[in-house]
Each structure stands twice: as structure tokens, then as C-alpha cells.
């Protein structure tokens, strides 16, 4: 079973983290994810970082500036994460946005994710009907889950064809926005969670956008199987750096 699966089968709300490789510094990326690992993460998002995030808030798009600048690349984060399985074991999913992939080539890119042991990509660019039709065999074949994203404008159809395709989560949007919203949530969006909780979907659910404490994590993860936390915890480590992950991951629990 994908480790992502057998994750999303535990009796727990989890905890997944997106961090932007190649940033702060361009080597800290083995380390933020041995420390995230250690400090009791459930899944990891390694943000590949790309020069247009049309989809980011401010603080994820200066973060993948910054490791950009640093020399971050396609292939220097699949250098860098050879032998990461020595070390960890929890679900590692590649996010990005699919120029970079296509770029780098498809197949060559998933066989990269394989023999390092990535389990699943997110890309939010990448049409599921388009995924279906050119890419979704090439996934299959290295092992590699496709976790699709919804947002609270997705059609009742559109979401029940993105579930008959997925097989692990469906990442819901909490907002139509970018990342890094405002502190708590909603009625709006609460009933928005209650609302696709309740079309009891095949695949489990994992809210983004806007968790960034105990009370906003807990909302989402109401009606969930768990969270997703980037901008908050991009901004925690720019300004507390390695020793501000574990305070972080605890707080949240």
C-alpha cells in the first residue's frame, strides 16, 4: 500500500506540511524534512519551486524567489533527495506547478520520484481531464498518486469525476484566494467542509489554505481527515529557522 494511503488509514487527524525546497538556504531541504519528520508531521509537501506561482500568497512566492536565486532546480532537488529513505519514512508528495514537469519530461520526471520514493504529486495546473487522458498511465506505472484540488466554486459533477479518478485524497481549497489567508474560519467556509464531508466521496479529504494554529486547524480538520499547512509554516522558519519547526508542529495539536 502507498504510504500515503496507509497514512489517511490511521485514526488521526494529519498533519501536512508544505515547505518550498532550496529555502531558506539552498541545502536545507533533507533537513526540513528530517526535523519535520521527527517533530510529528503526517505528510510532507516538497514545494518545487517555480517562478510564476500564480496560485501562492506573498509568503510562498518570496520563498520559491528566494530559492530560485539559491539555485534550486528540477534535478538539484532530485540530487538532494537521493537517500531521504534512509532517514524517512513517512509520505513525501511532490507540488508544483506542471511547466516544470513538462519541461523536465513526464516520464523521466516520475521515474525520478520513484526511485527516490516520492508517493504522490500535486499539480494544481494540471487539468484532471488532461491528467486522465495523457499523463495519468505514466503515474500509474511508477507508483506515484495524483492528488487533484477543489475549491468551494468546484461543480457537484466536476468533484464527483475528480473522486472516481483519485485514489488516495482530494485537497480542498478552503477559499477561492490565494494562500495565507486570515486567522480562523468561517461559516461559510465551515459549511463548505460539512458540504462535500457529506457527499461521503471514496477518496479521504485534506483541507488547505489558511490553517495556521490550533483553532484553525481544527475547524478544517472537523470534517476532514486533516490539514495542510504552508504560508504559516514558511513564515514560522524564515523567522524562527530549524528550532521553530518542532514548537510549531506541537502547537498545533
Known sequence: MNRINKALAQ???LISIYFTAGYPQLEDTTEVIKRLAQSGTDVIEIGLPYSDPLADGPVIQKSSEQALRNGMST???FDQLKGIRDTVDIPLIVMGYFNAMLQFGVEKFCKECEAIGIDGIIMPDLPIDI???DYKSILDQHGLKFVPLITPE???ERIQTIDALGDSFVYMVSSSSTTGGEKGFGEEAMAYFKRIADMNLKNKLMVGFGIKDALSFEQASRHTSGCIIGSEFIRRLTNE??????PFIKSLK
Open 131 to 133: 491528467y486522465e487522458r
Open 241 to 246: 529557522g530549524m528550532d521553530g519547526i518542532e
Open 11 to 13: 485514526d488521526k487527524k
Open 75 to 77: 534535478q538539484v532537488l
Open 154 to 156: 468546484t461543480s457537484v
